[in-house]
């Protein structure tokens, strides 16, 4: 090796170094580098291609039953999705571009638009990264990064595969994904590290690593009807409008081995397909290797006081949200995933006897325009109308009056598992879908059930894109990935879902007499 | 004698408390100039002698034209400060289940709200409100209310407003919605179970069709620009 080269190799190992410190464990607001020429091209042209766009859907002829304004809607949409992908500007400002676009189209008014800020998304995120900068600064998070790989990090594999475990343990009791999000995040980040992925230098363990956790923790909260509000909106709505009540133990049936399957497949898939890892970079890329790691968990020494208190700030927080069912009976309210990150907000930042001044809370406002601006737009196309237009459009466009039942139940679930690009929110979405849903196996002859319960399924899985739920956008403030990436590896994991359900409708469904034979006609 | 006259009593009130009607549709036919055509079908059930108003959603009616119905049913336009009715008069005899019908004419179904003096519009030039509200004034219960409002040609829904009662917890159609009715854009407002002193309204912005092409100008020569002010992210680096 060359002098240049050692030297080179040994600054970065220094950089690691830092990082593992957790000094600079900050989600930067600088625009990513363009990776490669194709990517130079895609901002190139990404610009241009999004008013192209943008034009193309505001002067088509009005659909029936599309208003003007959620034409509009769609449109500002469409043209913010193109430069979100292609990042001609950094993600905050496009989504700014965004929300300046809803107010002079007239999708939205200027209120409207700026509540957005005020929504508990928005001051979840705000809350969760003030907890995750408490678990920074006393380095517990550092001590259980170093835990995680000296206990399973001896190779990059391994390494994913404790992150799936852990989410799949996570994920029963803490419904709200953001919350899951905000609390593995500095894991991921320094684990992120030790392989050599930084957000100044990515590298397929990265992106392995935030987008299996991204999947991890949107798809596995299928497993479980408490998974999430809105799995519990659908079997509302099964209830009432299919007259067929859907039971805790029912669920899981179907929807745990869906989920785990899954996530297993994007495990190896992710690694050996999508985003290669090279032999050098499976294992840890620190100089010194996991023999530096160790003398580092070492150096550590036992619990240090700052830790014990940061411990049981995050557990009072956590015990408020795997108990929100009880709020009501225990307290007269619910205190909900926002307030109970906000009660331990106030402990963290307590003057004297909290464990972290305001000015070293790491709070990423570029993150939280980001998110605002998406959710404007995504509010804007429920309000207008223009989801919803889109997916009675898709609906009838198929004719399912003289297919088989397996046909028509794959074009149902192919439509209801890509529909989240359309939309930010997983209730909206519930609440346009399943209706729909329903209402189309009624009329096809079929037991709505039979449609409803697998289409529910898909509810929580919204991972193509980072707009596409709260924890896509905490993790995309890594840098550690692009949107290019997450749509390749999002929809991947929607694809292989889709299959999978399809699968379990010619047989597991079928046994356990969910669905009827996958080839059977209408009665 | 006296138990008699409670027994006919009792009987007369179930009598008039039997009167449903089944459906209310109305269909409102848009000019140009924001008058309208309104054409109403309303299907009666228990129907008997006697006398009732019907409301019908709008001020003033004017031209006002029965429909065919069953002999001896007689439909009169009425109306005072408070708002325009249909007094219906069924006589002896009628069938329990009878279908009225009428059409009447109605101005400024379309119109620009005029701001108060030094407030400012609220309304860009060009657009149009369209409000329709309707309250069951009378007795019987509307099981299933609908109107449907086709525009004029060329002009669309901006957006809905306005649209109550927000639809139920079990109530899964929108209470607006919008389509294209006869090949026309248009809306139509429903809602079902209404009871004495129930209302439902819609509020809607209309825009003409065409788009202004200010955006086109806008932004064609700002995408052009922006591929040749930034033409130097894909030049190739020049050898050093």
Redesign the interface.
Known sequence: MSADGAAQTHAQSQKLLELLGMERMSLSSKPREAQDSTEKWMRYLGFPGGILLFLLILYLPPGAGLSASAQAGAACFALALVWWVTEPFPTYVTSLVLMFLLLVTRVANDKTIMYVLGMDVIWLNLLAFILSSMLVKVRLAKRMALWLILRFGKNASHALLAFLILHMALAPLIPATAARAVMTLPLMVVVAAIYGATEDSNNNFGRNLLLLNLCGISILSSMTMTGSAANLIAVGMIQTMADQRVYYVDWVKVGTPIAVTTMFVMWWVGQKVIFRIPKDERVPQLEGGLGLVKDQYEALGPLTKPEKKAIAIFSLVLALWMTDIFHMEWFGVEISAPFAALLGAVIVLFPRYGVLQWSEAEIPWHLLIFSAGAYAGGLALDDTGAAAWGVKVLFGSFDLKSVPFGVAYTIVIAVMMYSHLLTTSKTVRTLIMLPIIITLAKSLGWNPISFALPAALCIDWVVGLPISGKPNVILFSTNQYSVGDNFRYGITACTVGVVLLVLSAMTWFHWIGLTPAFWATAP | MRSLAILVLALACGAAQALEIRRYETRIDVDRDGAALATASVDLAGAAAGRFRLPVGFAKLADFRPGEASPGVSLAAKGNADGAWVEVELPDGVPSETTLGFSFRANGVLFVPKPEAGQKATL?KGSRLLRHRFVNTQEAPIARYAATVLFPPEV?????NEQLPRPG??E?A?RV????FDGR?GARLQLANLRQGDRTSMELEI?D?R?SAV??LL??P???G??FF??D??RPPRPS
């Open positions: 860009p669309i829904a901006h957006r809905v917890r079990k899964f929108p919605e919008l389509d294209r854009q825009v069709e788009r955006w086109l932004l064609v700002l995408a052009a922006y591929l930034f033409r992210l894909v």
